[in-house]
């Protein structure tokens, strides 16, 4: 609620200003996503140590595990400065940052699916 409260405000105040100062009410709406990102850090926190307890539980390698979380990362990063290009009126660039994330995304994800692969080719009877 708070989250919504203060998106909320912030996107009437920067509705009011943006007629007379837009340079203002674009920096005010970058301030408040960031301090959003920012309030959710200690969420994302604990959502990483879960899954990492999860995966030593279940006895699955870490380094598959710390993998997907940095995927996961990096769409989120990609998309939060993809939404704030776009709000600065930079539809282009916008495109090749989603464009540089998927393929950031892909070149992290070769190893797992190589070993994904060679696991179902092995499940295989010959």
């Known amino acids: 609620m708070k989250i919504v409260g ?3 405000v912030a996107t009437f105040l920067a509705l009011i ?3 007379q100062k837009p340079n203002i009410a674009f920096l005010l709406i970058v301030f408040v996503g960031c301090s959003i990102f920012l309030f959710l850090v200690d969420k994302i926190y604990e959502i990483i140590h879960m899954l990492e307890r999860l995966a030593i539980n279940a006895k ?3 380094v598959y595990v710390e993998t997907i979380l940095k995927i996961i ?3 989120y990063i990609a998309e939060f400065a993809v939404q704030i290009t ?3 009126g930079q539809g282009a660039v916008a495109s090749k940052i989603e464009l540089a994330g998927k393929v ?3 070149a ?3 190893p797992i ?3 994904l692969i060679e696991t179902i080719i092995k499940l295989i009877p010959n």
Request: glycine share 4%.
């Open 108 to 110: 992290m994800a070769i």
């Open 113 to 115: 699916l190589t070993v």
């Open 60 to 62: 699955v390698n870490l």
């Open 6 to 8: 203060i998106a909320l």
């Open 86 to 88: 776009k709000d600065a």
């Open 104 to 106: 950031i995304i892909l």
């Open 73 to 75: 990362g990096i769409a």
């Open 17 to 19: 200003i943006k007629e």
